[in-house]
């Protein structure tokens, strides 16, 4: 390690997962956690540098992964588990692109659909309505006209308002 780094606490939870993976207790002591923690913070530190000083020799100023490789070159295991884990990535955004795309032209496609159904649906409620204010006008008719035209206008209404909001949903 070059530097000597303030305490940063990045990976405590990720370092006593691993202790305890490997076969240490559930809670493993904090001076321990904090050892491993600097070492993984140092070593990763030094690597990045090492990638910043490989674009700096290429006269770049961004990173990119081939700088990475490079400063992994010489250990062939980290290597390797990078490459591995940069096309696992590749994989993973390509897969979510195509989950993205077909998931807007499904949900196009039900939308669509969802708006021909609403509309057969819309077209059978308004038959159920007609017939339905056909057989309320036959059982008014054959009784006595005991009901006022307000009174009848109001049930009329409210079933035009339920109309409107079936057709809204």
Do not use: W
Not at 35 to 54: I, M, P, Q
Not at 104 to 120: M, P, T, V, W
């Amino acid at each position: 390690m070059s530097r000597k780094l303030k305490r940063t606490n990045l990976f405590n939870k990720d370092v006593s997962s691993l202790l305890y993976a490997y076969g240490d207790v559930p809670q493993p002591l904090h001076s321990t956690v904090q050892c491993l923690d600097e070492l993984v913070s140092g070593y990763l530190v030094d690597v990045c540098n090492n990638a910043f000083h490989t674009a700096q020799n290429s006269q770049r100023n961004k990173l990119r992964l081939e700088d990475f490789k490079f400063a992994l070159r010489n250990d062939s295991v980290k290597l390797g588990r990078a490459e591995e884990l940069i096309a696992t990535n590749k994989l993973i955004t390509e897969a979510k692109k195509q989950f993205n795309e077909t998931d807007n032209q499904n949900s196009l496609k039900r939308y669509r659909a969802e708006d021909e159904e609403g509309d057969e649906i819309e077209e059978d409620e308004d038959e159920q309505l007609v017939t339905d204010d056909d057989e309320v006008a036959d059982r008014t008719s054959s009784k006595q006209h005991s009901e006022s035209k307000p009174a009848k206008a109001k049930k009329q209404g409210t079933k035009n308002s339920k109309k409107t909001t079936k057709k809204m949903i």
